[in-house]
């Protein structure tokens, strides 16, 4: 069975520019959840989206937005991108309430 | 705030020990609680899950809980070098939300 698969692995982009991040959950799975990664903060929360709901969202900006498709893949975009906004993006998927999570192998995302 | 809390290590144990790695919260009302193993450069690993009071025991990892307390722990019996690695403590919130500690880094010496 396949797990997680995240698209991009790796991307640069400079400042002011915007990211789509792509997700794809395991078959089956179709509560998808984003968390950011960075070496200051951990792992802190951002969205999760089931049947293309979004149904809660952590404390981050507006700029930072998702979307899931009927078919439980799962985008993330990041506008106007800030320095501070390099880390590693994670993608996890689960059955469902109170399931575990597993997780994709990430996208580092650089800003220069 | 909802925290989860972690020593961050690193906690170095040799060879064939038990490592044993614990994790606090702050919110009563958290159900399920996850164990992820980080290896460095990599994605989280879900190791174990745990729900109830008690012990879960899944080969050589064990999970206990104690709600009243609002502790979680992880032990590894006969530790290898190979599960050297950084060990997250993950809380749900409810409504899919993980809220992680900051991860216990472990050291299995040979």
């Known amino acids: 069975k396949a797990g997680v698969t995240q698209t991009p692995r790796y991307l640069i982009k400079t400042r002011g520019q915007q990211v789509t991040l792509s997700c794809s959950p395991i078959s089956g799975h179709r509560s998808v959840s984003w968390y950011q990664q960075t070496p200051g903060q951990g792992l802190q929360f951002l969205f999760e989206?089931?049947?293309?709901?979004?149904?809660n969202k952590g404390n981050f900006p507006g700029r930072f937005s998702g979307r899931q498709f009927s078919n439980s893949r799962s985008e993330m975009n990041v506008s106007t991108l800030e320095l501070g906004d390099s880390a590693l993006y994670l993608c996890?998927?689960?059955?469902?309430?109170?399931?575990?999570?597993?997780f994709g192998d990430g996208t580092r995302l650089s800003i220069l | 705030q909802k925290e989860v809390e972690q020593n961050s290590g690193p906690l170095s144990v040799p060879e064939g020990a038990i490592a044993s790695l614990n994790c606090t919260y702050s919110d009563r009302g958290s159900q399920s609680f996850f164990w992820y193993r980080q290896y460095s450069g990599k994605s989280p690993e879900l190791i174990m899950s745990i729900y109830s009071n008690g012990d879960k025991e899944d080969g050589r990892f064990t999970a206990q809980l104690n709600k009243a307390s609002q502790y979680v722990s992880l032990l590894i019996r006969d530790s290898q070098p190979s599960d050297s690695a950084t060990y997250l403590c993950?809380?749900?919130?409810?409504?899919?939300?993980?809220?992680f500690g900051s991860g216990t880094r472990l050291q299995v010496q040979p």
């Open positions: 993950a809380v749900d919130e409810g409504r899919r939300a993980l809220t």
């Open positions: 989206y089931f049947s293309e709901t979004q149904r």
């Open positions: 996890a998927s689960s059955l469902g309430e109170e399931q575990p999570q597993h």
